[in-house]
């Protein structure tokens, strides 16, 4: 038994040193959406601290368009040595891969797990002087008068655009989807009125919030958010049982060696629990989670499920 130990732990030796010695060059951090998003958001305040504890620059490279799938698939197709990692989404693991098959990339096996960065929820926000002052306001008149309103979303595919489809389906009406290329550019024309409101992250519309160019109706979870409990949720607010979660991760194109993918989520989780990483999530209305590379797999493989029978049942594709 002990030399079967030592011969397993004379193995594991290359490995450790890998780990140890990588990485010797700089990493880029691939957002797949514009600037101003919440993913791009959170690389560039994840990526100095994780930067400085792995002793290297991350540099964050955002490749926006189809909703994700671009950036996503350059990360599948770049080589599995450690440099290159996914901003990941709920978007680009999940939702995408539902609403159409055809996208180049295998969601559940072209990419290694790293970790979850945390999930939030995402808000319908209006212009602040919209004339809508309550979800049910506006709610009536899109009843009242199908297809003159409509909504911005982030992207077609992305969990912005999904938690408009599902809020089209539960009430009962049509409003018109325009989708962008991120968050940025969206709430952007939120705030000029150039659509009748938007539903993008809590994470990404803070800022604007607090600022007071943008009024938040309702958000989309389940429940009310840390840091914005006075904002009531849209099954609050006449859509009963509508609860949707937007969720942020890190993922590595396959073949990343499994002690490089458990060192970056190491080092990840501990930045996501330095104090004042932690307090800036929470005021965006973000948990920080830290998950392991199994659990975000398995994760994951439920929500492909879950948004794939949403999608089925609305009869919703994106080509």
């Known amino acids: 038994m002990q030399r079967r130990t ?14 140890q010695s990588w990485p010797t060059k700089p990493i880029r951090y691939v957002v797949p959406f514009a600037a101003g998003g919440t993913t791009d958001i959170l690389a560039r305040l994840i ?24 950036g996503a698939d350059s990360v599948a197709k770049s080589p599995a040595d450690g440099y290159t990692i996914l901003g990941s989404t709920i978007s680009t693991q999940a939702i995408n891969p539902a609403l159409n098959p055809k996208i180049p990339y295998n969601a559940g096996k072209d990419f290694a797990p790293v970790t979850m960065i945390g999930a939030t929820s995402n808000c319908l926000i209006v212009p602040a002087g919209s004339p809508f002052k309550t979800v049910q306001e506006l709610l009536a008149f899109a009843r009242r008068n199908p297809g003159k309103l409509s909504f911005s979303s982030a992207g077609s595919g992305t969990s912005q655009h999904m938690s408009g489809e599902l809020l089209k389906q539960m009430a009962g009406t049509f409003i018109l989807h325009i989708p962008y290329r991120g968050s940025g550019p969206a709430i952007q024309d939120v705030i000029a009125g150039q659509v009748d409101f ?7 519309a803070a800022a604007h919030i607090k600022a007071g160019t943008l009024r938040v109706l309702a958000v989309t979870a389940g429940k009310r958010v840390k840091g914005f ?17 937007s969720w942020q991760a890190v993922h590595a194109p396959a073949g990343t060696p499994r002690e490089l993918v458990l060192r970056l989520q190491t080092e990840i989780a501990k930045v996501l629990q330095s104090p004042d990483i ?3 999530l929470e005021t965006m209305g973000l948990e920080p989670s830290g998950m392991a590379p199994d659990e975000l797999a398995a994760f994951e493989a439920r929500e492909r499920d879950k948004w794939l029978k949403v999608v089925q049942a609305g009869g919703l594709k994106v080509e």
């Open 6 to 19: 030592l011969l397993t732990a004379a193995a594991l030796l290359p490995l450790i040193a890998r780990a």
């Open 47 to 70: 990526a100095p601290k994780l930067g400085a504890a792995l002793g290297q620059t991350l540099v964050v490279d955002n490749k926006a368009g189809a909703g994700g799938v671009l």
């Open 198 to 204: 938007g539903i993008d992250t809590l994470v990404a």
């Open 229 to 245: 409990e006075s904002v009531p949720t849209l099954a609050e607010s006449g859509v009963p049982g509508y609860d949707v979660q």
């Open 278 to 280: 932690r307090q800036r």
